[in-house]
């Protein structure tokens, strides 16, 4: 009897977005430490393999003005995963962090200590940028070309994973019990690096921590963020949730990473979803509707539609139809500081057209078709068995959980879908003690302890 492949949770601390409801009478501070901790503790209780933590760099604007849902604030990654380390015990603790405005050695440095603060519970969510108004808040400013940026993070990541090798396990003060106060220098080694991108020689200065390297994610999907993923990543923060397209999605990164000698077993892909919950299916529905609607403000949607037209639109009613001028192509961008997920504007433009024509849409009842998800609508059992099919025909190996609301949003998922996935045998009832969060995530060991052994 072949064993049931095992579901992997992570979640993902609600954002600066419109999937986060900030007018939900429960919501709460972005800010407050409060809110970090009472997430991170219900996402621990539920057994979740890590909290996920995104990150701005600044703030967006629209139309020369601070995009309302940045004005809570975008706190630093670094700092509130170190505070969670003390409130606890188990649960990795992952932050989204730049390749493009950092520096390898600072950065790894940072990363290597939160690995010890949580006795080896640290993973870096890669991502790069190569957006100029980004760039304007750092020293040397401009942007990276598209294509350049993924060269940087290769490099980034490689020369950190040299930084963290750097130290042999056993490097610390080897004679310290006997009143000795100097390492054994030949565990320590200089690192001498000469790169396109970087050039390091020196001590590293923090010791082996204890995954050696906190867990690597990734979430880039271009033809070039996917072949980084291949090559370095240990999991991928997927944007494919539909289940065929899930299963195309793992078929790719699968053939990726035999092209390049890895196995499937050495990275998870964990797409985001969200998720309502319902005694019924009607019920559940019912629930759906409403928070998506509830996530798309009037004022949301037209600034929306103003990010893909590039034209002020706030004359028009959106309770109407769409805007029937085309949208400014040559002018300079009223957005900054958001991503674009297509560049092909023409050919969007004209399947919302068709959309909202075939189906009789108002603007915001596009850009809720359009913007929002549905993800996961049901019963616990339902949301349950869904979870469970994904995972066992191979569409991911997982979802990270994407709450509506701040901080209490993962709280009914807990209560009601994680004992059902127990049930099923196919979630854990509790963490190993002491697991590092590789182990929590079933993976081998580090990617250069894996490349040693082969050679």
Do not use: C
């Not at 890895?262 to 928070?291: C, M, Q, V, Y």
Request: no cysteine; aromatic share 8%.
């Amino acid at each position: 009897m072949s064993t049931k492949r095992q579901v992997h949770l992570a979640a993902h601390f609600p954002g600066v977005n419109n999937t986060t409801i900030w007018s939900d009478d429960r919501a709460e501070s972005q800010i407050a430490f409060s809110s970090f901790e009472h997430f991170a503790r219900n996402a621990e209780r539920g057994f979740f393999d890590y909290l996920f933590l995104a990150e701005g760099l600044r703030l967006r604007e629209q139309k020369g003005r601070i995009h309302d849902l940045d004005v809570v604030g975008r706190p630093n990654t670094l700092a509130i995963l170190a505070a969670l380390a003390g409130a606890t015990e188990h649960i990795g603790l992952v932050g989204t962090l730049q390749t493009t405005f950092n520096e390898p050695l600072e950065l790894a440095k940072q990363l290597a200590t939160l690995d010890h603060l949580t006795d080896g519970r640290a993973g870096w969510n890669v991502v790069t940028s190569s957006d100029a108004f980004h760039g304007a808040n750092f020293r040397r400013g401009g942007f990276l070309e598209h294509a350049e940026r993924y060269t940087r993070a290769a490099e980034f990541i490689e020369l950190s994973r040299e930084l963290w090798d750097s130290w042999e396990s056993d490097a610390v003060v080897a004679n310290a019990a006997a009143g000795g106060s100097f390492a054994d220098r030949s565990r320590i080694r200089d690192v001498d690096h000469h790169g396109p991108q970087f050039d390091v020689t020196g001590t590293f200065p923090v010791p082996r921590s204890p995954q050696g390297h906190p867990v690597v994610v990734q979430a880039g999907d271009s033809d070039e963020g996917r072949d980084l993923a291949a090559r370095h990543a240990e999991v991928i923060f997927s944007l494919h949730t539909e289940f065929e397209d899930a299963q195309t999605y793992y078929r790719d990164i699968t053939e990726r990473l035999e092209r390049v000698g890895r196995s499937k077993d050495e990275l998870h892909i964990l797409p985001g979803a969200t998720f309502t919950i319902g005694d019924t299916a009607a019920d559940a529905e019912e629930r759906s509707r409403a928070i998506r609607r509830a996530q798309v403000s009037p004022a949301t949607a037209i600034a929306f539609l103003e990010q893909v037209w590039n034209r002020d639109l706030s004359s028009y009613d959106v309770d109407g139809p769409l805007p029937e001028v085309d949208p400014d192509y040559e002018g300079a961008a009223i957005t900054r500081g958001r991503a674009r997920h297509t560049r092909d504007v023409p050919a969007l433009v004209q399947s919302w057209r068709d959309l909202a024509e075939a189906e009789h849409l108002s603007i915001r009842e596009l850009v809720i078709q359009v913007s929002t998800r549905g993800g996961f609508v049901g019963t616990p059992e339902h949301i349950a068995a869904e979870i469970d099919r994904y995972v066992q025909e191979r569409a991911t190996d997982g979802f990270v959980v994407v709450p509506h609301t701040n901080p209490y949003g993962l709280d009914e998922f807990v209560d009601r879908v994680v004992p059902l996935l127990q049930e099923r045998g196919v979630y854990r009832e509790s963490y190993d003690e002491g697991a590092t969060l590789r182990e929590t995530l079933g993976l081998p060991g580090t990617i250069t302890q894996r490349q040693a052994v082969s050679a």
